[in-house]
């Protein structure tokens, strides 16, 4: 299971400063946890880099620099480190690490998790982290035996010298490891010789999980702390414009009123309090510029924008001759809604602001932007600024955002004491970071054997990138708005994709496989529309159609070899496929699926799923995140949208956002294809394929194509 360090905050700090170094800064769990730490003070460990701490008792930490939100970090990058360190799987310790620099995300430039990077981006640090302090270690014990290291090696958490048959443990061995230099090019393994890369190892986080002692953000208890909720204002862009706190103050256990940059909070003895303060809130809003927005009139915009030219995002060929010589034109136009995250933890985050310093107890994705903002708001020093990572109940995105962190910053500044911000699910649902509502119109032109000549498309929808990360957008081209349509591999020599950047007054951000969620959707339904146009197999016409793209083609043929395509199937279910690149790994997957047409059900049987992620870490955690993603997209596709009405946003709960039912989960086969290629990404790629799948399945049964989603039960008529 998933352990960490209980230590006194005094015992704490007296190390931390006693180190020099600052070894021993890192997680630790909150003070709720202190009465059960022992009255003795455990064995101190040794650094022998950023991400091996070694005790003298041979306990062995390893800090996990990336959040844990379920995707299954903390056991495929603990078998990483421990692969090459060479440790018993069965004595392994997690910590999260604090937030700095030696933890930023290569990919990144700052401490993150995100844009399925965890394995790609840390295969190589920690490996070689690993490696490093294992050579340090044999060469401690060789020194001290008085043999060459290359005589010793490493097993199950001990140096061994075979020859005379001597085995220290590396507790012994640690202090004066740390000592030496950390090696710069360690040898690595073959991996002909891996104990845990590549084997499907047990999570180590589900015992703490089951037991209760995993600690999520809305775990999180401080001495003297006081919890809050806010009240935000209804319309995108609002702010308070007056209020009268009078009948919240009444409330038995309100401590506090206040306003905060993002509306009113209300500070109570507990969370309970906090809302039926917030409920007794008299509030005057100034609604601002998107007071009469609405998603009709979102989508009108849409559809005048696409109309207009739009920044070239790709150009091959010359699709405009090409179209003009087809012989055959197909035309559609596609639409997808603005989706909320729904994790399952409400965003939640606990702060205690001080003079000296501030902790920041957070299910956070970005430490580096949570040390960021706490440090511009308080204004500390970043490195005055710890975060403390917790579990996260759920991110897709969602908590890559600030917002939250800002909030129980701000509110403990202002109280002068620790504080929790609890969010309900309908704040939840109301003020997320929405996946973006985009509107793509496609004309193609096939020639007289029915194979594609020309493809244009024309994306239009709002841009992440130039809030997320301003300035990234170059010549009015976001490259996530257009990912999935722009890097298509379908050999289609004249391809031509625009995008319409345009801005809708409904805040937007990072949602599970971002601008692939949607544009895989457009991409492979249009691509099955261009199959039956030409009297071809969709299954055939991509697998010529990606004759030069072989992984793409590779997980096509095996997920439509595993799911029978071509066989027969039970009366009435019919078959649909799609393939998705996305975050360096390629997965196909194949809907079986029926319909009642008079009712307007849609019923998902079986999905069979093939993915080549290259070199893989742990299966069972690929097969998972597969198994998840699809269910994430299903759902979405079913089920999901966000609507605005009057500037608001009209679902509030899951009565209204609703989620896919145990009962309508369908089987779901995963199968992972050998590679030796760089390892790509699993906790977003499955999602991609799925809509376009059970959409194409959806035609085969009804010859009714689904060009918006949620699937609608008049779409099937």
Known sequence: MVTASIVKRRDFLKKSAASGAGLLIGFYLPRKFEALASASVPPEPSALNAWVRIAPDDSVTLLIDKSEMGQGVVTSLAMLLAEELELDWKKIKTEFAPAAPQYFNPLFGLQGTGGST?????????????????????????????????????????????????????????????????????????????????????????PGKVNGRAEFGIDVRLPNMQHAVVARC???GGKVKSFDDSKAKSVRGVKQVLQVSSGVAVVADNTWSAMEGRRALQIEWDEGPNAANSSSAIRKLYLERAEQPGAVARKDGDVEAALTGA???????????????????????????????????????????????????TGLKPEQVRVHTTFLGGGFGRRAEQDFVAEAVEISKGVGAPVQVTWSREDDVQHDFYRPAAYSKLVAGLDADGWPIALKSRIVSPSIMSRFFPGSVKNGIDDSSVEGQADSKYAIPNFLVEYVLTEAGVPVGFWRSVGNSQNGYITECFIDELAKAGGKDPFEFRRKLLANAPRHRG????????????????????????????????????????????????????VVCAIDCGRQVNPDIIAAQMESGIVYGLTAALKGQIT???GRVEQSNFHNYEMLRLNEMPKVEVHIMPSKEAPGGVGEPGTPP????????????????????????????
């Open 555 to 606: 997980v096509l043929e095996l997920a439509a070899a595993k799911a029978g395509w071509g066989q027969p199937l039970p009366a009435g279910r019919t078959r649909g496929i799609a393939v998705v690149e996305s975050f360096a790994s390629y997965v196909a997957e194949v809907a079986e699926v029926s319909v009642n047409r008079s009712s307007g059900e849609v019923r998902v049987h079986r």
């Open 690 to 717: 799925i809509a376009p799948a059970v959409c194409n399945a959806i035609f085969a049964a009804t010859g009714k194509r689904i060009r918006r989603l949620p699937i609608r039960a008049e779409d099937l008529a």
């Open 118 to 206: 965890s394995i790609r981006a840390s295969w190589g640090p920690l490996t070689k982290a690993g490696a490093a302090a294992r050579e340090m270690l044999i060469a401690v014990a060789a020194k001290q035996w008085g043999v060459e290291a290359s005589t010793c090696h490493a097993e199950n958490g001990a140096v061994v010298h075979p020859a005379t048959k001597k085995r220290l443990g590396y507790g012994s061995l640690a202090e004066e490891a740390a000592k030496l230099p950390v090696p710069t090019n360690p040898a690595l393994k073959d991996p002909k010789d891996y104990k845990y890369i590549g084997k499907p190892m047990k999570r180590l986080d589900t």
């Open 644 to 646: 605005i009405q009057n």
């Open 234 to 236: 209804p319309v995108f």
């Open 327 to 377: 012989a055959k034109k197909v035309e559609a136009a596609y639409e997808v809604p603005f989706l909320a995250h729904a994790t399952m933890e409400p965003m939640n985050c606990a702060a205690d602001v001080r003079a000296d310093g501030c902790d920041v107890y957070a299910p956070t994705q970005f430490q580096t932007f949570n040390q960021n903002i706490a440090a511009k708001i």
